[in-house]
DNA sequence: TGATATTAAGGAATTGTTTCTTTAATCAAA
DNA sequence: TTTGATTAAAGAAACAATTCCTTAATATCA
């Protein structure tokens, strides 16, 4: 109990602050395409719907700091802001399962902008091994185990369900340091290993329930703001 | 119906519990194939990596209740959670914008499986109009605005940044009452519009700060100033 | 048949996140 | 230069969510 300056909690940026970044990014961007050199939290605040002090609160992390009365220069936090968020770096990623989600993601060429590139997918289905997806081909899995020196560290899991724990174990059996997974299963990480999970139908179901509680309820409170 | 818990006002179903379910449900799913009978809270929790207690408090928003001693009946579990996430009613949906993250979504056909068809799509792009993409050939906008009797009340939005706030009150406009939102743009709902933000970048940022973090830790304090 | 262990469920305490409040800084205008 | 208004930032309070704790029920085993 002596060490007084251990980290306590490992002081973790919180998610929901995380999640909200890119958001304040985009609308910087355009903010700064419009020729705005200065934008204050209150303004960022009143058009993004979040509070004014939340603003400040998550751009802080960054390690920018505002000018009282007048505001954040809007280029260097849009900088802090890709650094800080890592989109700035280019993150090389395996993609594992060339189904239906997966094969959408390999057309997506969005998350380049946004750091991450897709180098390689596998699958086992023979009827996709050897074809190419947006530039991308798809090889068997056993190639993907074979090639023990690969520098990659982070994998994208879109299997079908059944295979989804299966083929997270042999990524991080093989040097998969994060897995991105879009499937509903959830993955209980080993060691230091990263999941960050991406289901779609988690969101589709929110969606839902917001949806019926609006419809079924005529004295619905709007969002508490 | 809703007479017995009216005690609570709104009685929201907390958002991460919904996040959840599907998570849960696809893990049943898993274990009715391989014949189970009954599952407890307990192993759901532990093959799930979550809090048992957490797992029964998430389950009895469905309304359904385990057996002491038993767990829960694992086919009417699955049941309660499709139906309790409107995953049993098939829901159409517009997609507006069909470029890189559009088309992947139109190239999805998983939505299907949980109570999403997408029935239409629109852009402003020439190149793009007139073709069909995933089965779903590509409108120019105006046509969606043209249609005032459609009876669709979900829209996706997949458009670039700079729109996005633009189409999504042109939607709004037109009678969607649900925007699924994969912008990083956040969208200030009007009235009874639920809207459910879905920004791919937003779950790439959080794992990327987790890997550096993960990464850069132990001896290192946290370069949070 | 009775004891034991396992389970669901409800309430309390804890934790984490958001919102509120106060303070200090500084630009603009008089 | 002085005053007033607006802002960022830090701490306090409120809120929501998770975890912990206790209770009641019951299938299994002695």
């Given at each position: ?15 929901p ?25 209150t ?15 998550d ?13 954040y ?7 802090a ?5 890592g ?16 094969t959408?993601?390999l ?9 991450l ?13 050897g074809?190419?997806?947006?530039g991308?081909?798809i090889?068997?899995i ?9 520098g ?5 899991l ?24 879009f ?13 960050q999970?991406?289901?779609?139908y988690a969101?589709l179901?929110?969606?839902f ?7 079924s ?6 969002a508490?703001?």
């Amino acid at each position: 109990m002596g060490e007084e300056n251990v980290k306590k909690k490992n002081a973790l940026v919180p998610e929901p602050a995380l999640r909200r970044m890119p958001c304040y990014l985009a609308y910087l961007k355009l903010e700064h395409r419009k020729g705005s050199q200065y934008v204050s939290s209150t303004l960022i605040a009143r058009d993004n719907g979040v509070d004014p002090t939340q603003v400040t609160k998550d751009l802080s992390y960054t390690g920018i700091s505002g000018k009282t009365r007048v505001g954040y220069e809007v280029e260097p936090l849009i900088d802090a802001l890709e650094d800080f968020l890592g989109f700035r770096v280019m993150d090389e990623a395996y993609l594992f399962g060339a189904g239906s989600l997966g094969t959408a993601l390999l057309h997506d060429h969005g998350l380049v902008q946004y750091g991450l590139k897709i180098v390689g997918a596998f699958d086992v289905n023979p009827l996709v091994i050897g074809h190419s997806i947006g530039g991308i081909s798809i090889a068997h899995i056993d190639e993907f185990v074979k090639n023990k020196d690969h520098g990659i560290k982070i994998g994208i899991l879109t299997t079908p369900v059944a295979n989804a724990r299966e083929v997270a174990n042999m990524m991080v059996a093989n040097g998969i340091k994060a897995i991105w997974n879009f499937t509903p299963v959830r993955i209980t990480s080993p060691e230091g290993v990263v999941v960050q999970n991406t289901s779609l139908y988690a969101h589709l179901a929110v969606m839902f329930n917001r949806l019926n509680a609006a419809g079924s309820d005529d004295s619905v409170a709007p969002a508490k703001k």
